[in-house]
């Protein structure tokens, strides 16, 4: 095989993961979007995404917007250099929102749940929170996409852990669904 094709090859499975990367940021912050619309016209459709589900809470909604637009603007090939600050921004947003929501899960409840939404959020029988292990995928989720694009390899094994640590508590969730194990799923 001649260096030439080789490198087209390596160029096509880089732009092919690209494009993949962008779908899944595209799919990713419209799914924020979205539940942030059903909370606004109060659709239980579009706020709890799966039929029979629970409403997702509005500050999800919000981290999975910035993980989205984090993961989108760090392929950015525009302005380099301020689309990776915006990126890095979008991601920190997410690691506090999870680190707030894990403190409040702890003691220090600080009520971020329930800033937007305010008096819907309150009417409901059981509180709309975030998940304890959706504000640990969060947490995972910001601390990888702040390691994207780095250049030095401890950080790049240290987001590839990261994320694989994120897919394994992705697997028992989505494991706790599949079952009814309500103790997989939430608190």
Known sequence: ?????????????????????????????????LVLLGWAVDSRTL?????????????TAIAFLLAGGSLWLSLARFDATQARRLAAACAGAVVIL???????????????DRVLFFGRLDAQPIPNRMAPNTAAAFLL????????????????????????LLLALAMV???GYAYSAGGLVQV
């Open 98 to 112: 999870a680190v707030l929501r894990i403190l409040g899960y702890m003691g220090t409840d600080l009520g971020i």
């Open 141 to 164: 989720a910001g601390l990888a996409l702040l390691g994207l694009g780095s250049k030095a390899r401890w950080m790049r094994g240290a987001t590839q852990f990261l994320t694989f």
């Open 1 to 33: 095989m001649t260096p030439h094709k080789v490198d087209s090859r390596v160029d096509l499975r880089a732009e092919r993961l690209e494009t993949s990367a962008r779908f899944i940021a595209a799919g990713v912050a419209t799914l924020g979007v």
């Open 173 to 175: 969730t989505l494991s």
């Open 47 to 59: 706020k709890s995404v799966v039929p029979g589900l629970v409403a997702m809470n509005p500050l």
